[in-house]
């Protein structure tokens, strides 16, 4: 799912391109991409683009006449620049919005279709969007310690719960919790004041110098490689390989459709955490530390080589 960071580009490379311009037409590729009827679709074209801005993980583009589209891309949702009037994808596009310039077109690689897109009036009606999570960036120490200590969670889920804080998700919290050098399975309030600090610290420190890095990869482009899945990232996605720092195999614990990454050295004083599947199906023979796992997996490759 796009995060602060991507949705931050995302909207500069859409300043620079519908910015003043007018909306010539709204063209519906899915019935279901579109979440509202009041008021119509239709209302919104001739209409000229006034505002762009970041509501968490959505974008808002505020047009004339107190009107909003409001774009939730979830977790395979995309947006493209492509040539005015151009084709709007046929098996993954959703929805394109016509201007002089360009067509932007929104895309799902996904069959669950979950991507979507509100037109609402007036600004009031954006509050709707808004889920009561602390902008991490604008956010003192104070603010950002009450937040993360309200209530009594997961690391992981605390940082990733849009109530909590704005704009983060999967991909950014496990980077943050390993530069931050803490678990995802420690809880919230069992913390020292050193520790949320450090944890403070580093949450800015990723989403900024994540966002300048893809700042500099588009240029003055339209983003077009947005993922949560970069080669540069320190553990997110990159199971089994070396962590930057240490060199131990980054390790992962998955849940439903979701999976933490994590270095158990840097993270964890070389624990593994207990993936529900995994240490079900192995039970006793489940490694405890990650000393442990690389004696089973030196043991396993001479076996091999034997």
Not at 21 to 32: C, D, G, H, N
Not at 196 to 204: M, S, T
Request: glycine share 8%.
């Amino acid at each position: 799912m796009p995060e602060l960071p991507d949705i931050v580009v995302y909207i500069e490379a859409l300043q620079r391109r519908i910015q003043g311009q007018t909306l010539q037409r709204v063209r519906l590729a899915s019935p279901f991409v579109l979440r509202t009827f009041d008021p119509p679709i239709t209302s919104a074209s001739g209409r000229t683009v006034v505002s762009l801005e970041r509501i968490g993980k959505r974008i808002a583009i505020g047009l004339d006449g107190d009107q909003f589209l409001v774009i939730h891309l979830m977790i395979s949702g995309r947006l493209r620049w492509l040539a005015p009037g151009a084709k709007v994808p046929a098996r993954l596009g959703l929805a394109g919005l016509d201007f002089a310039a360009g067509t932007l077109v929104l895309t799902e690689a996904s069959t669950q279709k979950r991507a979507s897109l509100h037109l609402v009036q007036g600004r009031g009606s954006l509050q709707a969007f808004h889920r009561g999570g602390l902008e991490p960036l604008d956010a003192t120490l104070a603010e950002f310690r009450t937040a993360l200590t309200r209530e009594s969670h997961t690391l992981k889920r605390a940082l990733s719960d849009p109530t909590l804080f704005s704009g983060i998700g999967n991909a950014y919290s496990d980077e943050m919790l390993h530069r931050a050098r803490l678990s995802p399975v420690r809880l919230t309030r069992q913390l020292s004041d050193e520790e949320i600090e450090r944890l403070y610290l580093a949450c800015g420190d990723t989403l900024r110098q994540w966002t300048d890095r893809l700042r500099r990869e588009c240029g003055e482009g339209f983003p077009e490689k947005v993922t949560a899945f970069r080669e540069d990232m320190a553990v997110h996605g990159r199971y089994r390989k070396p962590c930057p720092v240490c060199g131990t195999s980054v390790q992962r614990i998955r849940y439903a459709s979701n999976e933490v990454n994590y270095c158990p050295r840097c993270q964890t004083e070389g624990k593994l955490l207990a993936d529900r599947g995994l240490s079900r199906l192995l039970k006793g023979d489940w490694p405890r530390s990650i000393d442990e796992l690389e004696e089973l997996h030196e043991r396993r490759s001479a076996t091999t080589a034997e």
